[in-house]
């Protein structure tokens, strides 16, 4: 019997990982973890704290505007130091890369060569 709205709209649909509630439909962390590797990339906690972050936004508005990413991940891991901390554990900027790693389409104006950020 369904439990969610979701399972009534669409019977048999994928349902999202666990420990994933946002992610889109196509989205696994087995695939999140094989984009990792190719990018040189070793997957913690803080890695899959923005992936779900990420998620969650876009779960919200179904393209939130780069500006409202970058608040709510500053603001996620502001104790850390925030956007700059994010910038070190994320090569390729961590809008960017952690769209690209949480199944996302990156926001206009995400990826900017010239501030070291690339999909």
């Known amino acids: 019997m369904p439990t969610t709205m979701e399972e ?3 019977p048999g649909a994928v349902q ?3 420990g994933f509630p946002d992610a889109p439909p196509h989205w696994s962390p087995r695939h999140a973890e ?3 590797q190719e990018l040189g990339l070793e997957l913690e906690d803080d890695h899959w704290e923005v992936i779900r972050t990420l998620q969650g936004a876009y779960r919200d508005e ?3 505007p780069l500006r409202r990413l970058h608040e709510a991940l500053d603001g996620r891991f502001s104790a850390k130091g925030g956007m700059k901390y994010l910038y070190v554990i994320f090569n390729g900027g961590p809008v960017a ?3 690209l790693l949480a199944g996302l389409t ?3 104006g995400a990826i900017d060569p010239s501030f070291g950020s690339e999909a």
Do not use: N
């Open 97 to 99: 890369r952690g769209c």
């Open 62 to 64: 179904a393209e939130p």
């Open 106 to 108: 990156p926001p206009a």
């Open 34 to 36: 094989a984009l990792a």
């Open 16 to 18: 999202a990982s666990p």
């Open 8 to 10: 009534i709209i669409r």
